[in-house]
């Protein structure tokens, strides 16, 4: 039955595309007569300047390994995943598959398992592992952090936010800076942005050590009616809808609200963007002190592509110290090698001319937020969990729905297909 | 000669034929195959006869609320862009100012859905009502409804106004001689006589009302809870965020059947409501 529907789509497709030309070779990949191998790589860029950053990386491959070529696709990252599970189901898929780590539940079946060189920050790789598998090699890595506005923790008279601090403060800060109709603290539904500050809270996790929903677990009853809590007493600013994804940190640039949990990938805009002193702080400490989820994304191999030998090699070069000192340099992300992470710095630095101090202390909490984190391993069917998490806890938010009954709806949904 | 023509005829019907059989009926066709089975987007597949249609109606939770929802926002949608478009099309008739009416109501309909739906979430957003009206379970989909009546309407208005300019003089001047004024007029004269416009905009309003999708997606992500999940986003989840292509062919096929009923009582009715002869 798949034979008639792949028959049928390869008819459309030939139809519209052509062929590969002079050379051999299945999805994913083709040899040249000469021996010169061509990869697909397959990533997601948002501007012309991301694309050009991903451009000089596959220049950097042919440089270093002569015998390989790279055809690179590029997708926006909202419909990254989208057009790569399509692309898998067609068998149109490239060799060269960049992954993040949260999505990595659903392609663990189709990805090469690598095996990771020195250098790499353990975290990084730890995030983009599945059943002991290293299954994608990593670029960069990120933890969550609390920003906030420094002139209104100034102008309240409270002590600025720092390692160390606890759930108690960040709840007398959320509720002193509420005022004026400004909210002391932006709320969120997103995966890490929330789940983070509830691991924090009280250790509450949302899968199991073998990586099944747990929701309905009383850790988790008790953190989320906490969150909640925070708009009960009106520090915190409940999302409008659930349509609204990223409302916590936009609140926060915006200047609507005075803290926000936002990861350390968004550092350098909020600091640009924002009309204020951005403060950044790890987490506030609960019963067993700081903690956040990372993430991180990086560079994988199809199990399915016909030169893995090269598509390896590929990789390696991605993630080797040449690729990641560029991609530092122009401030694409937190290296996952230890080595270049400073170039990160200078960049920010750089960046934010003025603002030097505050720089430093962001990337001590980075620093610190990392030494507290682990990796959110994340179920087959995450975007359906994360989509019911939109929907139910802003019910909680409100007060229309208890956390507990909300939790248990989430988790019976979520069942199928984990 | 005759086989001249029938050549032609099938050089120009050939490339809409197999245009139409590729893509409408092979996919049509392979949907209802795909509805049969347990097809994940990635793996193989499995032959599980009616099971996806007994968890849609048995076991997911969503489904019969999604349904719910969809029938309450073709409820409301309806009979207002109805209304609303024909009240101001009646009353844009009698304006000198009347092209300049015209497209000044058409243009939500002619701006992109997103667009016209981000800005909305804005204007929800400034009305600050706490929670927000897109945050409560009883005020969304109304919310959802309001936002897609001022989207929707100026199609159907552009389709009454020119029927009503189009309406027969002779008959309406014989209507106001034998005394027929105000509601009489619309009710027993005007209405009948653009019947036909009306039949059309109702029968395609409900088939794009039921089809719902882009307003409550951008709106409130079928949020809290499950208050604005609509059938088409209960197909896109099943398909796109589950990736299960079964089930999404089967929920599209049960929408596509309440469509085909409610459409086919629709046209049955016409009989006794809409008059074709001027």
């Given amino acids: ?190 995966d890490l942005h929330t789940l983070s500050l509830l691991l924090s809270y009280n250790g509450a996790a949302p899968v199991t050590q073998d990586v099944k929903l747990q929701l309905d677990s009383q850790p988790m009853v008790d953190a989320l009616t906490w969150y909640a809590g925070l708009a009960k007493s009106k520090s915190g600013s409940v999302p409008a809808s659930s349509a609204e994804g990223g409302w916590g940190e936009t609140q926060f640039v915006n200047g609507n609200a005075m803290m926000a949990v936002d990861g350390s990938w968004n550092l350098g805009s909020h600091i640009k963007d924002a009309k204020f002193d951005v ?65 990160y710095e200078e960049f920010l630095v750089k960046q934010n001319a003025g603002k030097a101090a505050d720089v430093k202390a962001a990337m001590g909490a980075v620093r610190e937020g990392l030494a507290g984190g682990t990796p959110l391993f994340t179920t087959k069917n995450w975007d359906n969990v994360n989509k019911l998490m939109a929907q139910y806890f802003l019910q909680v938010y409100t007060g229309a729905q208890a956390p507990k009954d909300a939790l248990a709806t989430i988790q019976q949904q979520g069942a199928r297909g984990q | 000669m005759r086989t001249r023509e029938t050549w032609s005829a099938l050089g120009f019907a050939t490339p809409s034929v197999l245009g139409l059989g590729l893509f409408t009926l092979f996919p049509v066709g392979m949907a209802v195959v795909m509805s049969f089975f347990n097809w994940p ?27 719910r929802n969809t029938f309450v926002f073709t409820g409301l949608y309806v009979p207002l862009n109805i209304l609303l478009a024909l009240g101001l099309a009646f009353w844009i008739s009698n304006s000198r100012w ?83 004024t105000g509601l009489r007029r619309l009710v027993s004269v005007q209405l009948p006589l653009i019947s036909p416009a009306l039949f059309f905009a109702t029968t395609m309003t409900v088939i794009t009302a039921l089809q719902v999708f882009t307003q409550p997606y951008i709106l409130t992500a079928g949020g809290p809870g499950n208050a604005t999940e609509t059938l088409v986003m209960n197909v896109y989840q099943a398909g796109f965020q589950s990736r299960d292509l079964g089930l999404a062919a089967a929920a599209a096929w049960v929408l596509f059947a309440i469509i085909l009923v409610v459409t086919f009582v629709q046209f049955l009715g016409q009989k006794r409501w809409v008059h074709y002869e001027s």
């Avoid at chain 1, 390994?65 to 790279?70: D, L």
């Avoid at chain 1, 560079?299 to 690729?323: H, Q, W």
Wanted: proline share 5%; glycine share 12%; with cysteine.
């Fill in chain 1, 1 to 190: 039955m798949k034979g008639f529907l792949a028959a049928g789509l390869a008819l459309i497709l030939g139809a519209t595309a052509c062929g590969g030309g002079g050379a051999s070779g299945t999805a994913g990949g083709a040899k040249q007569d000469d021996g010169t191998v061509t990869l697909d790589w397959e990533m997601w860029a948002g501007s012309e300047d991301e694309k050009a950053q991903l451009d000089h990386l596959a220049k950097l491959v042919t440089q270093q390994n002569p015998k390989i070529k790279i055809a690179l696709r590029t997708a926006p990252f909202n419909d990254y995943f989208t057009k790569l599970q399509t692309e898998f189901a067609a068998g149109k898929q490239a060799c060269i598959v960049s992954m993040q780590s949260l999505r990595l539940g659903a392609y663990a079946d189709l990805l090469e398992p690598l095996t990771a060189p020195e250098g790499f920050a353990p975290a990084s790789l730890e995030a983009l592992k599945m059943g002991g598998k290293q299954l994608a090699l990593p670029y960069d890595l990120a933890s969550m952090l609390v920003y906030y506005n420094k002139d209104a923790f100034a102008k309240a008279g409270l002590p600025e936010p720092k390692a160390g601090w606890t759930v108690a403060d960040f709840e007398k800060a959320a509720k002193t800076l509420s005022t004026g109709g400004k909210a002391g603290f932006g709320m969120s539904f997103s």
């Fill in chain 1, 279 to 343: 403060g950044l702080a790890p987490l506030p400490a609960g019963a067993n002190g700081s903690k956040t989820y990372v993430a991180g994304s990086g560079f994988g191999v199809a199990k399915s592509c016909p030169y893995k030998a090269e598509a390896i090699k590929v990789v390696e070069t991605l993630t080797g110290k040449d690729a990641q000192a560029y991609l530092a340099g122009v401030g694409r992300g937190f290296p996952s090698r230890t080595e270049q992470q400073a170039g």
């Fill in chain 2, 41 to 67: 987007m990635l793996g193989g597949s499995e032959f599980i006869g009616l099971d996806n249609f007994r968890y849609l109606f048995g076991e997911d939770p969503d489904f019969l609320a999604a349904l």
């Fill in chain 2, 98 to 180: 009347q092209n300049l009416w015209r497209v000044l109501f058409f243009i939500p309909a002619i701006t992109p859905m997103v667009a016209n739906a981000v800005i909305f979430k804005l204007l929800f957003q400034l009305v600050g009502t706490e929670p927000n009206l897109l945050a409560d379970g009883r005020t969304a989909l109304l919310s959802v409804v309001a936002m897609s009546v001022w989207q929707g309407f100026g199609y159907n208005m552009i389709v009454f106004s020119a029927a009503i300019n189009e309406m027969p003089k002779p008959v309406l001047e014989a209507a106001s001689l034998d005394g027929a």
